[in-house]
């Protein structure tokens, strides 16, 4: 299996909000200084895209589906869907504030780490009244009380034919929990277990949902979004526009960053 690292933030914006847990005579900032060169990026593993199409019994829900109990069993608990998150409104005035600083950016398509295609992003600490408060509903939901939030967002701008391949998120550089609004288009989220691949279950993300991926799935899977021709659920066709992703995540857990 191959392995390498991808940059799934844009490191030298990774300065964190100050934050008691963790505070020890070095900065968490200090602690990964000589980490931000390209080297300060989440893991990916590539993984085949092959997988078996054998299971009899699949297991449903709303957003849920796989053809392993256990999958289905943890993903019921660590990954949840909060279908119409935001109003339509909302959308358009995150949207309005997103675009304005990745217009400026250039999708990369054949970047040398290649775990996203099609895609440009960026970090985002300031936002206007409205979207600081979109924000901090999804931490209040997504974050328990110790947890603390990075203070920069993540802005994911997906092309239409953009796609993001297996991998999961660096531990050195975020903590137990991801969460996700997806704007302008739906996807499907597969997650697989890291240790089988075939061990999967796809997750049906509408467009204005949220999701919050935490513990096991955010730790023992891989994430990945499914391009528009593999993009199914419930055996539909899944539509997968280019999408923009607005993603909170919390600081690494301390075992993690020494
Ligand atoms: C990532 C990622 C998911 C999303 O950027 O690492 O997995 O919802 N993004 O865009
Ligand atoms: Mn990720």
């Not at 200090?30 to 092959?50: C, E, I, N, W």
């Not at 256990?70 to 997103?98: C, G, N, R, W």
């Not at 939030?149 to 991801?178: N, S």
């Amino acid at each position: 299996m191959k392995m390498f690292f991808r940059l799934s933030f844009p490191v030298q914006k990774l300065i964190p909000q100050r934050c008691s847990r963790i505070a020890t005579t070095r900065s968490w900032k200090y602690k990964h200084k000589k980490d931000t060169g390209v080297f300060a990026r989440p893991m990916l593993l590539q993984l085949q895209r092959s997988y078996s199409t054998s299971h009899q019994h699949i297991l449903r829900n709303e957003h849920l589906e796989s053809g392993d109990a256990d999958v289905y069993k943890i993903l019921s608990e660590d990954m949840k869907v909060i279908p119409d998150f935001i109003t339509e409104q909302e959308e358009q005035s995150l949207l309005q504030e997103a675009m304005k600083v990745v217009k400026r950016l250039r999708y990369e398509f054949n970047h040398w780490d290649n775990a996203i295609h099609g895609y440009r992003e960026t970090e985002k600490k300031n936002w206007n009244e409205l979207n600081s408060q979109i924000i901090k509903n999804v931490q209040h939901l997504a974050f328990v009380q110790q947890d603390c939030p990075l203070a920069y967002v993540h802005i994911l701008d997906l092309a239409q034919d953009g796609f993001i391949k297996p991998h999961v998120d660096a531990v050195r550089f975020c903590g137990d929990t991801i969460a996700g609004m997806s704007l302008l288009s739906s996807c499907v989220m597969r997650l697989a277990q890291e240790s089988d691949k075939n061990m999967f279950a796809n997750v049906h993300l509408p467009q204005r949902s949220l999701y919050i991926m935490k513990n096991r799935a955010r730790y023992e899977f891989t994430h990945e979004v499914l391009k528009d021709e593999e993009s199914f659920f419930d055996g539909k066709h899944i539509s997968r526009q280019r999408r923009i992703s607005i993603v909170c995540r919390n600081e690494p857990r301390p075992e993690d960053t020494s």
